[in-house]
Structures are given as structure tokens and as C-alpha cells.
């Protein structure tokens, strides 16, 4: 009989605020076959596990060992008190997106990228960029962290920590407003009416889309699309040559616009309950 455990290969590690973090090796009979990393999220906290390794020897695989080993990590998360698990899928890796389907793993975001060429793309005629001005950052950053904490919330989140989390993330990615290097605030203007907001932030070698919005009355008239076309220009500008983001799971609009802009997927970040 094959039995599948988990051998912990270091002391339960307590970090800042108590997060958790321990490495397992994967075991069938006592012999090794992989190995697996449990922690808790760094933004949600105690609440919320992590699986952010796991890892099945070749030779083992397709024999459920990585199934027993998910699920025997959920019950270790169970026992930190974690009420929910999260999971971030490659996109290249379509046997572990498929084990954490059947495992019950709800999609609720993905990562995409699009490599830049090097001519920036030229806005359509009648649209320009300006700076974010003081007036405007104040109500779009309040507007912004609450609509933030409502899409986590609405993927399982409960309400509390996904207010925590959409107001840590803004504040640690902007925490000197207009000022903060590394981040472009711009406003999309088309023929002198504001159209739309964007949030590019430079990180290493890459530029990533935070925000994209279009003004409410002015949405189905291609604005997004010139949003998209702005970041890309700001990020050819900066040398970088890939731009990245993110959208939630449902978002359907957002989908097909950054599809249709060439954006590839390049990971998914999957959710279960534990309760």
C-alpha cells in the first residue's frame, strides 16, 4: 500500500504579524518525491494559506501524489486556522491548472503580459494624456481602493480583509501620491473632456498596468482601447519592453480588450474555501 505524507523539513517559521511559512518534502512510504511550501498570504494574513511551491519528481507523477499532497497542505492550513487557500498557476503548467480544478480551486484572477515593439503607439486623433493633477488623485484613490476591496470580496474575500488589503496595496504602491517614483498618473483626454484614468507602475525591467478606467459616461467608445495604447507608449518610452496586468475572473469587457491587444496569459491565481 502507497501512502503519500508530508515530512516537514524545517520549524514552523512566524515572520511580521505572525505570518506562518513551513517547507515540507513529499513522501511516499518515507521516500522522497517532491516537495511543497505552505505559507500564510502576506497581505490577507492568518486567514488566508498559500500554496506557493509544489513539486512532484518525474517519475512519480501522474500517480495522484500531487493531489495527496495538495490536500494534506489544505489540512496543515485547516490546523493554522486558515479559512481559505490560494493556489498561483503558471499558464504553461495545464496539469496543474487541471489538478486545481478537480481539487475545487476557483479562478479568480489572472496575469497577463504583452512584449512592446519599438515604436510607441500614437493615440487617436482628437485624444491626448496630461499629468494627474493633486485635485483629481485624492477622490480617484478613495474611489479606487474601495472598488478594489469589492472585487476581492466578490472572489471569496471576506469583506474585512479585502478592505485591508485594496488600502495596504495602494498605499505601499503610492505612498507618496503624485510623487511616488515609479508611478505615472495620467489622464486621457478626447477633445477636451477627461475620458479615462491610468495607473503604470515601472518595476525591474517590466511596466504594469494598476488601473484602468474609463469615465462612466463615456465608456463603449474605444477609450479603453487608447487607455492601453497610452500605457504602452509610456512603457517603450521608459526602455522596458514588457508590460503587464491584471484582471479579475468575470471581467469580461477588460478580457476581450487586452486579447484583442495581443496580452498573453502568463498565470492564473485560483482560490478555495476551507470551511
Not at 498570504?41 to 500554496?51: D, E, R
Not at 474609463?214 to 519592453?241: C, F, N, V
Request: hydrophobic share 40%.
Amino acid at each position: 500500500m502507497m501512502t503519500t505524507t508530508l515530512r516537514p523539513t524545517e520549524p514552523l517559521q512566524r515572520g511580521a504579524d505572525e505570518a506562518l511559512s513551513r517547507h515540507y518534502t513529499v513522501c511516499v512510504n518515507s521516500r522522497p518525491v517532491g516537495a511543497i511550501h505552505l505559507a500564510t498570504h502576506p497581505s490577507f494574513g492568518l486567514a488566508v494559506a498559500q500554496i506557493r511551491d509544489l513539486r512532484i519528481e518525474e517519475p512519480d507523477r501522474r500517480r495522484g501524489r500531487g493531489t495527496v499532497a495538495a490536500l494534506a497542505a489544505e489540512e496543515v492550513a485547516r490546523g493554522w486556522g486558515c479559512t481559505q487557500v490560494e493556489v498561483r498557476v503558471p499558464a504553461a503548467a495545464e496539469p496543474a491548472l487541471r489538478l486545481a480544478t478537480m481539487l475545487g480551486y476557483v479562478h479568480r484572477n489572472r496575469g497577463m503580459e504583452k512584449l512592446m515593439g519599438d515604436t510607441p503607439p500614437r493615440l487617436p486623433d482628437g485624444s491626448r494624456a496630461r499629468p494627474m493633477t493633486e485635485a483629481e488623485f485624492g477622490p480617484w484613490a478613495e474611489r479606487g481602493i474601495s472598488e478594489y476591496a469589492r472585487d476581492w470580496s466578490e472572489r471569496g474575500v471576506p469583506e474585512a480583509e479585502a478592505a485591508a488589503r485594496a488600502r495596504k496595496d495602494h498605499e505601499l504602491l503610492v505612498e507618496r501620491g503624485l510623487a511616488t517614483e515609479h508611478a505615472v498618473l495620467s489622464v486621457l483626454e478626447h477633445d477636451g473632456v477627461r475620458a479615462g484614468i491610468l495607473w503604470v507602475e515601472f518595476v525591474g525591467d517590466k511596466a504594469f498596468v494598476y488601473d484602468v478606467e474609463t469615465d462612466e459616461a463615456l465608456r463603449g467608445r474605444g477609450h479603453g482601447r487608447s487607455l492601453m495604447l497610452l500605457a504602452e507608449a509610456q512603457t517603450i518610452a521608459s526602455g522596458r519592453r514588457v508590460l503587464g496586468l491584471n484582471v479579475f475572473a468575470g471581467n469580461t469587457p477588460a478580457e476581450r480588450l487586452y486579447e484583442s491587444l495581443g496580452y498573453t496569459n502568463v498565470g492564473y491565481s485560483m482560490y478555495k474555501s476551507l470551511l
